[in-house]
């Protein structure tokens, strides 16, 4: 999907966000939140390209799969659950297991983006973006899940560096 593609399925989907939040769902709504939101944002099927799913009492794991490779493994928790280190640590050690190398972590409604890198021979993670769906610029919010998006999921990883208040954007991998 295109970046103004995402931005108006994003605008679609708001008032889910906003009811999953409102009533303080758990890992079942979640999940069911984020089969939807990888289907109508980011342009995956549900029935093709989650290849599985791991559900914990408090997260759940979706691998996504498509071109016959992981692309990417989501971790998602209920919304009141905040994103620890210990969520990630637990993601980085499922995405490895699936040969992933981006790790999706989300409550439903922020968002963070993990580059998994084990080429060196040593474990590096870097947080490549975070995002919250519902207070985050629109514009912005879709340029950082277009790197996620079906049709370009891991060609590219987008660096936000800042200088002075200006942004530049540069590519990599």
Do not use: H
Request: with cysteine.
């Amino acid at each position: 999907m295109e970046i103004n593609e995402i931005k108006q399925a994003l605008l679609k989907f708001m008032p889910q966000l906003e009811k999953v939040r409102a009533q303080a769902g758990g890992t079942d709504e979640v999940q069911q939140l984020m089969k939807l939101f990888l289907e109508q944002v980011l342009g995956y099927d549900p029935k093709e390209e989650i290849v599985s799913q791991t559900v914990k009492p408090d997260q759940v794991r979706l691998p996504i799969q498509f071109d016959e490779q992981i692309k990417f493994m989501l971790q998602a928790v209920s919304p009141q659950t905040a994103l620890t280190q210990a969520l990630v640590n637990q993601g980085v050690d499922c995405a490895l297991t699936v040969r992933a190398q981006l790790l999706v972590l989300t409550n439903g409604i922020q968002f963070i983006l993990y580059d998994i890198d084990t080429s060196s021979g040593q474990l590096e993670v870097d947080a490549v973006f975070e995002l919250n769906l519902l207070t985050d610029d629109v514009d912005r919010t879709a340029v950082n899940l277009w790197i996620i998006g079906k049709k370009d999921c891991g060609k590219r990883v987008i660096i936000n560096t800042s200088q002075q208040g200006a942004s530049t954007w540069g590519f990599y991998r």
